[in-house]
Nanobody, 124 residues
Framework: QVQVVESGGGLVQPGGSLRLSCAASGGTFEDYTFGWFRQAPGKERQFVAQ???????VYYGASGGRFTMSRSDAKSMVFLQMNNLRPEDTAVYYC??????????????????WGQGTQVTVSS
């Protein structure tokens, strides 16, 4: 059973950048689709981005112009590079692993394994 652990969150000023990392273990990395979600206080968990086993990516809304998701099969890791961060990006960011597919996985129920989350705070 795959397990994922996020890292890289923190406090950043508006306009700044952060790179989140997600390390996967306990499964065959290439057999999974990975996603990033975020959850702000009082709000539902929201899809941010997905990367499939071919490296194809899908982003939610405007985050695709500022966020870039990537994967390293050699390191069994996925990443979320976030640029030009805004206060509304403040949330706990979660990495998730789902089944191997070329399709879109964007619902929380699509994913079978979740990390504990990493806090991202954008504030001056």
């Amino acid at each position: 059973q795959v397990q994922v652990v996020e890292s890289g969150g923190g406090l950043v000023q508006p306009g700044g950048s952060l790179r989140l990392s997600c390390a996967a273990s306990g499964g065959t990395f290439e057999d999974y689709t990975f996603g990033w979600f975020r959850q702000a206080p009082g709000k539902e968990r929201q899809f941010v981005a997905q990367i499939n086993y071919l490296g194809g990516t899908v982003y939610y809304g405007a985050s695709g112009g500022r966020f870039t998701m990537s994967r390293s099969d050699a390191k069994s890791m996925v990443f979320l590079q976030m640029n030009n961060l805004r206060p509304e990006d403040t949330a706990v960011y979660y990495c998730a692993a789902g089944p191997k597919t070329r399709g879109l996985l964007s619902k929380t129920s699509d994913f079978e394994a979740w990390g504990q989350g990493t806090q991202v705070t954008v504030s001056s």
